[in-house]
Structures are given as C-alpha cells and as structure tokens.
C-alpha cells in the first residue's frame, strides 16, 4: 500500500516525540543521580598511629597522580590564593620560582620535603594553611577517609605535619609523633615477662614498674629538652626512691644509664624524675628508642586497698618541651596501673554449736617459710611472728595477701579448748581477667565461706571442740562418715585419757 504524504508526515511526528520523551526521562534519571555522581576520582588515605586522634588534611595541588609525581598540577580545588602567596615569604622559597605556577609549587615541594629532616618546613607550611582559610578534611587516625586525587597535607595537634600523594587507590602513611607519649606498666618479677596494666601482690613483695616514654620524631631540632617524669601512687604504695634509674632502651635490647642527669624527689607519694635537657644526657634520637623510668615499691599492709573494687593505683605522665622556638610544655595523658590485694578472715567458734571463741591465738607462715609480723610484712624468723587473737566475735583478720599457699596454725586455744594439732593450710589464686577469687582448704577442720571478690575478702571458719572429747588426729577434726579416722581419733582420746588419769595419780601422792 503506498503511503500518502501525510502518512508520513504522521509517522515523522510520533517518531520525533518518542525522542522528545527518551530525551526527557535521561535528562530526568540525570537530574536524580546525585551530586558527586560527576565528581573527580577519589582514593582513600588511612594514618596509621597507635592511638587514636584528630587529624586535619589540606589539599595543596589537585592533579593525576602518577607513581611518585603528581601529573597536571593544578591550584583547582585545592587552596585559597592567600596560601600559595604565603610560600613566596618562606626562607626555603627560592626567587626564581613564582608560587602562582603550580608546576614550580609542585617542584619545590618535591624537593623540600625529601629534605625537611626535622620537620620544620612542614611545620611551617602547616600554619600557613591553616591562616588561609582553605577548605580542610577532618580525618582520625587508622580509619580510611575518601580523599581526591593530589597533593595532601596532613597535621594535628599530636603529629608532624607530613605531605603524602594521593591517587585512585588506597594509601596508607605512617605519623610521625611531634610529642613524646608514655606507658606504664607494672611486674611481679622483676619485667622478665613484661610489664602489664595490673598485677596481684600481697605484702612484701616487690613491685616492679616501668614508666616508657618516646621521644619526638623532630627531637633534633630542639636545643635543649625538656623530659620531666610524675609518678604519683595511692596511700597504699611505698615507692623505694634508691631503686630510681632512667634508661634509654634500643629497640636491640641495648640501653643506656642515663639516671645521672636527672633530679629524683619523693614526697607525697609522688615521685618526680625530671631533666631541663635531656640532649645533654642523649643528643641524638633515632625514632625507634624509648625513656623508660624504672623503680621498685611495695605495699603498705596497713594503708592497700583490698578486692578489685578497691584496687592500688598508680598514674604516670610526662612533662615535656613542645615547640622548639619556645619554651612551651606538653603533657602526655595519664596512664596507669592497678594493684590487687585480698584478706582473709578468719572466724573461730565451737565445733558443737558454731558459737565463737574469744581469745584463740594463732601465727600465719606463707608458702615461702615466711611469718607474718605485727607490722604485716615477713619474716623468715620464727621469733618475729605476730601472735592474732580472736575477739569477742571470735574473728582476727590477715590483709594483703598475695596470690599462693598459708598456713594458719592455732599456737593457743580458747579456755575450754583443746588446740588443734598441725596447721590449716589455705590457698588463694585470683584471675584479673575474669575478676574472680578462689580460696580453698583441704582441712577437715575448716571450712571457707563468704568468697567476695569484689570486697577481696573470705572467711576461714576453723572449729575447736571442748576439752575431752574429740579434737582430730594431725589438726583435722574427723568427717562424717570417715570411720576409720573417727575410730583412730576415739582410741587416741582414750590413750590421753589414762594418762591423765595416771598423772592426776601420782600428783595426789606427792602432796
């Protein structure tokens, strides 16, 4: 059939408007995509620190990254003009150059930040930047932040400033601390396993810490430095200042006594450990050493805390010189430790009714032959031991415990009372992790109750019987249903028994 020229003028009219409509809808799906749908390539860049901050990024060229140089440099979207005018005023700036050319930005840049060895250069383009007024990024160290492709300057309150390139994949830098940061730890034996965030100690046993600090990665453009340590415990640590030494520890295991250059002062429980010029003791730093302060202490059994509710603590911090063109200070934040102690109590009453017994006498020896003494510390002499009486309550207390073996041992008992043969023998273990307490007897004639892990403390129950009837073979009052040592228990009475009655005999006649 043969089409009429207005056919086809039809057909030309629906084919224009099925265009006109898929033109519209694209220009509408394109009005729907969002704004960075057009924006430049991004990569991302994580600052790798060991802790976790603030940063700040400013963009000082856009461009193509291409391996190590940034192609088509370019001032678009980077910084205000007022910064690039800025970079003509450094003293690094050479007057050949013109800072309005980002291809000479870009080659002076290159150039002199290989060469910025104590990061003064960057420090500052950093304040240059930030007197701009230019656009920023806010960035946290250890986490990826999309950045577009250039040349990126990085700084914070806690870092050298540092420029890193930035393309369409992931980039990972390294921050160089511009402050000195400290850790504290603290031992049970001496650090040869480490120092820890806690420890379990009783009386007398000695208590090792470490306060480590770092230096500054631009320590070389100091004159003199300051490096002041505060170390300030809880009533219930005695620092021994004569243990007092500061080293520097090589990242080899080598070190270096520095402790002559610095003054040491203990008041107050405060330790201060301080040197107005640390270069003069230790002129050159690699980055990879630390300053550790190193003492010994041990608690006050009348003063610690007892029970992880109430632990011994200690805090460390460092005072430190923080600009080298002034005399300002810095001070790096607290960190500390925890010592936990735990007490027993220990509870006397009569085995036949659990009423208590006043006025038992015992001595306590440890798991190393040690006593306990009336100050609470330890002696290897037997003469030394502290005599605990039971009160009206029938109870005696024993604090600052440590974690191990103790024998609780009767030397008198009650009147009425026979005194138990041998010791009772408790073992306490704690696990920090868990914040649990364990105490356990395997004496027949004790018994542990009122386990509080939180308070540190657990009675020992220990049963006397009345004179003339049964009061246990080796100190252990025989179980129910131990018919063997029950029986032994029964003959061993009724051997006593005649020689009593022998003795009262022969007492007679004599008077």
């Not at 500054?216 to 004159?223: C, H, M, R, T």
Request: a negative charge; proline letters at 4%; one cysteine or more.
């Amino acid at each position: 059939m043969t089409k009429t020229m207005a056919d086809c003028r039809r057909s030309i009219f629906m084919h224009l408007c099925c265009c006109l409509i898929v033109s519209l809808g694209l220009a509408l799906v394109v009005l729907a995509l969002p704004a960075d749908a057009f924006a430049e390539p991004v990569g991302t860049l994580t600052v790798s620190s060991n802790y976790d901050h603030a940063l700040t990024a400013y963009r000082l060229l856009s461009g193509t990254a291409s391996g190590d140089t940034l192609s088509g440099p370019s001032f678009k979207g980077a910084m205000e003009s007022s910064f690039y005018d800025g970079l003509a005023g450094l003293r690094h700036w050479s007057a050949a150059d013109d800072s309005r050319d980002p291809v000479a930005v870009r080659e002076w840049l290159s150039a002199s930040i290989d060469e910025d060895s104590d990061y003064s250069l960057a420090q500052h383009i950093a304040a240059l930047a930030q007197e701009s007024g230019s656009r920023s990024v806010a960035l946290r160290t250890n986490e990826p932040t999309a950045l577009a492709e250039g040349y990126w300057l990085v700084t914070g309150d806690e870092t050298l400033p540092f420029c890193v390139l930035v393309g369409t994949a992931s980039v990972t830098a390294h921050e160089k601390a511009s402050v000195p940061t400290s850790e504290k730890g603290v031992s049970t034996d001496g650090g040869s396993a480490g120092y820890h965030e806690s420890a379990v100690a009783g009386a007398g046993t000695r208590l090792s810490f470490r306060v480590r600090g770092t230096l500054p990665a631009n320590y070389g453009s100091y004159g003199s430095y300051l490096y002041r340590f505060v170390d300030t415990a809880s009533d219930g640590i005695e620092v021994d200042a004569s243990s007092v030494r500061v080293v520097v520890s090589l990242p080899g295991g080598s070190s270096k006594d520095i402790t002559d250059s610095f003054a040491i002062d203990y008041a107050d429980h405060t330790l201060t450990v301080s040197t107005d010029d640390l270069k003069s003791a230790y002129p050159t730093a690699t980055g990879d050493e630390h300053v550790d302060l190193l003492y010994e202490a041990t608690l006050d059994p009348a003063k610690a805390g007892l029970g992880y509710a109430h632990p011994n603590t200690n805090s460390a911090k460092i005072i430190y010189s923080n600009n080298p063109a002034t005399d300002g200070r810095g001070t790096t934040e607290p960190s500390r430790t925890k010592i936990f102690s735990f007490g027993l109590n220990v509870h006397k009453v009569d085995s036949s009714n659990q009423a208590p017994l006043r006025g038992a006498e015992f001595v306590v020896r440890d798991d190393k032959g040690r006593y306990l003494t009336d100050e609470g510390v330890w002696s290897h002499e037997r003469a030394d031991a502290a005599v605990l009486k039971t009160g009206p309550d029938g109870c005696l207390s024993v604090g600052c415990l440590g974690p191990g073996s103790y024998e609780v041992t009767e030397t008198k008992a009650p009147k009425g009372y026979s005194a138990l043969r041998g010791a009772v023998e408790v073992d306490l273990s704690a696990d920090q992790d868990e914040g649990a307490l364990t105490v356990y007897t395997n004496s027949a004639a004790a018994s542990v109750s009122e386990v509080d892990a939180e308070k540190g403390t657990a009675t020992l129950t220990i049963e006397n019987s009345a004179s003339g009837t049964p009061i246990g073979f080796g100190g252990l009052l025989p179980q129910t249903g131990d018919a063997m040592l029950g029986a032994t228990a029964v003959l061993a009475l009724l051997a006593a028994s005649a020689i009593l009655l022998h003795l009262s005999g022969r007492l007679r006649r004599q008077h």
